[in-house]
């Protein structure tokens, strides 16, 4: 058996990065104006908090090389376990389609902070803002087709807990219903779970050093 680098061992964890880091975006952005909030309301909350939003959309962006590398990461491990590998591939266009979603949403966001700075751009700040409130359906649909066909593929051909497919089956499902706000929470936990499984288990199989 081929040696594993610990590179190869820990790359499951960039799951848990990607995680992480958007967690830490969201809950340090806090609560925005909404889609009908007043021109002005808008272009005073981004002319007060115009370098936080620019640099927390910079950081969303640094969240999606790992995004990245852990759908490539699944999408072997799901191979692996077996199937004709159709399932693991439409988690990883899941992830393809998430990791998009989250650079529009990383882009928009920029370009209304930025705007925000100036009373210039009032009109084009409040139509940008009605867009950011908006430009989650990519991200969103993303992440659910991921989980989605990660646990179908779990369910059918193992590779993980098949509870954990099954979990992934339901939050999949729910990600294109009304509860699909509550789904996408959901989703990051899988990911997160799946991340230290898939860790867990390399390091299990990683062979022993010679004494």
């Known amino acids: 058996m ?38 002005r309301e808008v272009q005073d909350f981004y002319g007060q908090h115009h370098d936080k939003h620019m640099l927390l959309a910079f950081i969303m962006t640094i969240s999606i090389p790992f995004l990245l590398f852990f759908v490539s990461i699944l999408r072997y491990e799901l191979r692996r376990a077996g199937g004709t590998g159709q399932l693991a591939n439409a988690a990883f266009a899941g992830g393809v389609l998430a990791a998009a979603g989250f650079g529009i949403l990383a882009f928009v966001h920029l370009a209304l902070a930025d705007a925000g700075d100036s009373v210039k751009t009032i009109g084009t700040t409040q139509a940008l803002n009605v867009l950011d409130n908006n430009d989650f359906l990519p991200m969103a649909a993303g992440m659910g087709v991921l989980v989605l066909a990660a646990g179908l593929s779990v369910v059918r051909h193992g590779g993980l807990p098949k509870w954990l497919g099954w979990v992934g089956v339901v939050i999949g499902v729910a990600a294109f219903t009304p509860a699909g706000f509550f789904a996408f929470l959901l989703s990051g936990i899988w990911v997160a779970i799946v991340s230290i499984l898939l860790t867990l288990g390399r390091q299990s199989t990683a062979p022993a050093p010679a004494v």
């Open 2 to 39: 081929q040696q594993q680098s610990t590179w190869e061992r820990l790359a499951p964890l960039t799951g848990l990065v990607f995680v992480a880091i958007v967690v830490a975006v969201f809950a340090t952005g806090g609560s925005t104006p909404g889609d009908h909030d007043s021109a």
